[in-house]
């Protein structure tokens, strides 16, 4: 099963993309992940990468392509994943198709999480991440036995740089402007798959799992 997520910073999309790929058992490929994780071991992509998150805009795609391309190449790749944060522009979305191609693969479905504006910006208010193993948390709706602390690595949470309610807006309106033309080009190839994701996690995971459960029929 090969499939992407949409939805504007957060829509819920990355946990939701992290429980489909816990039950289906195929990695969650994260762009936003693997590029904190290139600036946090100081790589070339991290430096370039790094002065573009802490603003809000998008990593140019001469980075972001090959990253994905080489990452969909390993191993654990081979019965699917699920693309979480990419593609994020119609350019992106042309390129991964030119990856597809080269792999001889082709994607399932488009998850699209639709959520309103002032949903997000309480929920990223309140969204805290740990620094050593990523795992995200909502202070209101799931929230880590020790609010400073995470329940898988016992490392610090924070909040992340790029969550602070000036980026959130500068996130929201490239999301407006950059990725909602995807929105119709997935549309237009029957692929989209639109889930209310205002709700708890579990009532959004089975919406979502039902639709999966029609792409894997048809
Ligand atoms: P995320 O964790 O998905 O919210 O991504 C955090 C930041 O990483 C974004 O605000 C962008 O600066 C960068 N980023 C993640 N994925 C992409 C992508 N597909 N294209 C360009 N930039 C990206």
Redesign the pocket.
């Known amino acids: 099963m090969r499939l992407v997520f949409l939805g504007s ?1 957060g829509s819920g999309k ?1 946990t939701q993309a992290g429980l489909v790929s816990e039950k289906i058992k195929i990695p969650r490929i ?4 693997l ?2 994780d290139a600036m946090a071991r100081d790589t070339d992509i991290g430096r370039k ?1 790094d002065v ?2 802490k603003r ?6 001469d980075v ?1 392509l090959p990253l994905v391309e080489q990452r969909m190449g390993e191993p654990d790749c081979a019965d699917g994943y699920v693309l ?6 119609l350019a ?1 979305a042309i390129g991964l198709e030119e990856i597809l191609a080269r792999r001889e693969e082709a994607l399932d479905g488009a998850i699209l999480m639709d959520v309103d504006t002032e949903h997000i910006l309480k929920r990223l208010s309140r969204r805290r991440v740990c620094t050593e193993c990523n795992t995200l948390y909502n202070l209101d709706a799931e929230p880590p036995r020790d609010s400073e602390r995470c329940n898988k690595c016992g490392c610090e949470l924070v909040l992340r740089d ?1 969550d602070a309610e000036d980026t959130v807006r500068r ?1 929201l309106r ?1 999301y407006r402007s950059g990725t909602f033309p995807l929105v119709e080009y997935y549309e237009a190839e029957g692929l989209l798959r639109k889930i209310d994701g205002v709700g708890d996690t579990k009532a959004v995971f089975d919406l979502i799992f039902d639709e999966i459960s029609e792409l894997r029929r048809s």
């Open positions: 910073p990355s994260a762009t936003g992940d590029l904190r990468a573009y998150m809000g805009e998008l990593v140019p795609d972001m979480d944060g990419f593609p994020r522009t992106q790029d996130r490239v």
